[in-house]
């Protein structure tokens, strides 16, 4: 059976376990050999990383075509209006084509939440709102390119969630260990 390490990335971790100048990797949080993450966050992102020691089973988790939903809590700069969840929901015009439709609604700020280091620079005139986004893809960048591009720019970004796999229990910084496969 495969090995499943379901890992809270911190903010400002790099999802590789080699050094890259002083920037903090995988490598300060997980002692396990021989797995390697399926899929990417972005070093300015947070939340669920998947990490495996089985190649199909990393094929299965990051391939598109699979169409794995992974499920995002976004901060946002400003009220999030319904033409813009509309939007969102019909899939976005990028430079590298049109987004698949997302599942997109409005939330209140989630209550499973942890404080960021360093914390989002808030502004006093300028009001931030929070949604829930599932994607089946993976572009870069994707979701934040989505947002800004229906006028609400990506304060943070949690990903919460990656097909059956959520971070219930997994403190950032924190992983545990399943055995697992997606039959």
């Given amino acids: 059976m495969s090995k499943l390490v379901l890992f809270n990335k911190p903010f400002e971790v790099l999802c590789q376990f080699s050094a890259d100048g002083n920037k903090k990797t995988l490598k300060d949080f997980i002692d396990i050999s021989d797995v390697y993450a399926a899929g990417r966050l972005d070093y300015d992102s947070e939340g669920l990383l998947l990490l495996t020691d089985d190649g199909k089973l990393q094929h299965r988790i990051s391939d598109p075509k ?72 993976g572009r870069n960048r994707q979701v934040r390119r989505m947002t800004a591009a229906v006028g609400f720019p990506t304060l943070r970004l949690i990903r919460y969630k990656i097909g059956r796999w959520n971070l219930d229990s997994i403190s950032p910084g924190e992983f545990k260990v399943i055995d697992s496969s997606l039959r």
């Fill in 66 to 137: 699979f169409k794995q939903p992974k499920t995002y809590w976004a901060q946002v700069e400003g009220e999030i209006t319904d033409e813009a969840l509309k939007q969102l929901r019909k899939g976005i015009d990028l430079k590298d084509g049109k987004t698949r439709p997302a599942q997109a609604k409005k939330i209140t700020e989630p209550d499973k939440l942890w404080n960021r280091t360093p914390p989002i620079r808030e502004r006093k005139n300028i009001p931030t709102s929070w949604l829930q986004l599932t994607i089946t893809e």
